[in-house]
């Protein structure tokens, strides 16, 4: 059955997709770490607050709009060159 698709026993199978994401931030977190360390800073990570779910559709809706704006001036560009 479904239960055999977990990793771990007993863990929430909508939960799988999340963890492929997770290599990638602790490599992120360790390139950040390792380059502080080159260059002599500190290395001081801040835990961020919890974002309810209307302030991060709000979050969402403005990279979103953010992301089409800028991806609307490159196809203007690329038209205006040829």
Not at 21 to 49: D, N, R, W, Y
């Amino acid at each position: 059955g479904i239960h055999k698709f977990g990793a771990v026993d007993n863990m929430r199978i909508r939960v799988i997709p999340v963890l492929g994401t997770m290599p990638a931030i602790m490599g992120q977190s360790l390139a950040a770490m390792a380059l502080c360390e080159l260059g002599g800073k500190p290395f001081t990570p801040m835990g961020g607050e919890r974002l309810g779910r209307n302030a991060r559709n709000r979050l969402y809706q403005h990279f979103k709009n953010r992301e089409n704006k800028v991806r609307d001036e490159i196809e203007l560009v690329d038209c205006d060159e040829s």
